[in-house]
């Protein structure tokens, strides 16, 4: 392929375990960008959660926050956005509101949370760079929602419930587990595959001259999409068997590994 763009996701994919970027790959990011091909990031967070990383790794080229919903330019200004329709969202907020699973609504540049927990809270405080807001009424919210989310540390269940509430919702939503205990509801083109194909726009590259590196559910509509697509070797194995590449895990900086191995010796050869 003619390699031109290359669109990261971020957790379980660019930063570690622990939510930190390496060394490693700050520096085969920077080596791709010298060689003269533009990187950037698609991410189920919050713009928030990644201004730090855009600035961290140098990007000169619009990101993708809410799977690329919301596109942003470095700087933090919103080039666009899509939100979820008024009734699609007060329809998810009442099909995942059981005593298992905590409610997340991020809009009008807030995360507003039904509760607060021990374990997830601090994580997404990590993660968004921002602290909740508890909020047990979200008919407020409703004209302006970027995503939902319901959260759980029962996995099977929320797998379940992805498949119930994506059979509900029909094409009015995308439906999609970002992570084992975070199911996301965004609006329809709310997902990696538009979200990369409007980030490529941007720079007015062709989908066959992208590639795209993920770990989860949310990043195979953009597998499907790009013209080279890597998995995380952590990642689960659906996944895994979508993508054309796996390079290592993500606490083995595997982004960097897959950046050495598998792109720039696509400019060389």
Aim: hydrophobic share 45%; glycine share 8%; proline share 6%.
């Amino acid at each position: 392929m003619n390699l031109r763009l290359f669109l990261s996701d971020v957790d379980g994919t660019l930063v570690r375990p622990d939510k930190s970027l390496g060394e490693p790959v700050v520096a085969a990011v920077q080596r791709l960008v010298a060689a003269g091909v533009p990187v950037s990031i698609i991410s189920a967070r919050p713009p928030s959660g990644l201004l730090w990383i855009a600035e961290r790794l140098g990007l000169t080229t619009p990101f993708g926050a809410f799977n690329g919903g919301t596109i942003v330019r470095p700087d933090g200004t919103i080039l666009s956005a899509t939100h979820l329709d008024r009734e699609v969202a007060a329809r998810t907020l009442d099909l995942i509101a059981r005593p298992d699973v905590i409610r997340w609504v991020f809009a009008k540049g807030q995360w507003h949370a039904d509760r607060l927990d021990d374990y997830y809270t601090p994580r997404e405080c990590v993660t968004s760079a921002q602290d909740p807001v508890v909020c047990t009424d979200f008919t407020p919210l409703l004209e302006a929602i970027d995503k939902i989310v319901a959260v759980s540390s029962d996995h099977e269940m929320l797998a379940a419930l992805e498949a119930d509430v994506a059979a509900a919702l029909g094409d009015g939503a995308e439906v999609a587990r970002s992570q084992p205990y975070y199911l996301d509801v965004t609006a329809p083109t709310a997902n990696k595959g538009d979200g990369i194909a409007a980030l490529a726009a941007t720079l007015d590259v062709p989908l066959s001259d992208v590639a795209v590196i993920g770990d989860q559910y949310n990043d195979l509509p953009m597998f499907r999409r790009a013209g080279l697509s890597i998995a995380m070797g952590q990642g689960p194995e659906e996944v895994r068997k979508a993508a054309m590449h796996v390079t290592g895990g993500n606490d083995a900086d595997g982004v960097a590994q897959a950046i050495e191995t598998i792109l720039l010796p696509l400019l060389n050869g």
